[in-house]
Nanobody, 115 residues
């Protein structure tokens, strides 16, 4: 019953911005950490950002100071604001959570950054 749905991806020029959303349902969203991952063709899946239930955040070095993860518990939604996008940010972006020892993923949303 856990369900995650990403949206907000698209095509953007280098230097531009996108805001990704992940709508969550089927679990007590407010007490779980949420993460954003990305995977480019031929590359390993990479965790980009984490937000804990208490609101603390983590970012991989390559996106620190450009991306911001946030959550709205009233809307059961986690966001990823991406600024100053670079072509190397191009990937499918996934929302993820761990509930009762099981990992759940959304379907992914494509982000393509052109130069």
């Amino acid at each position: 019953q856990v369900h995650l749905v990403e949206s907000g991806g698209g095509l953007v020029q280098a230097g531009g911005s996108l805001r990704l959303s992940c709508a969550a349902s089927g679990f007590a969203f407010r007490i779980y950490a949420m993460s954003w991952y990305r995977q480019a063709p031929g590359k390993e899946r990479e965790r980009v950002a984490i937000i804990s239930a208490s609101g603390s955040t983590f970012y991989v070095d390559s996106v620190k100071d450009r991306f911001t993860i946030s959550r709205d518990n009233a809307k059961n939604t986690v966001y990823l604001q991406m600024n100053s996008l670079k072509p190397e940010d191009s990937a499918v972006y996934y929302c993820r959570t761990l509930v009762t020892s099981q990992s759940y993923w959304g379907q992914g949303t494509q982000v393509t950054v052109s130069s």
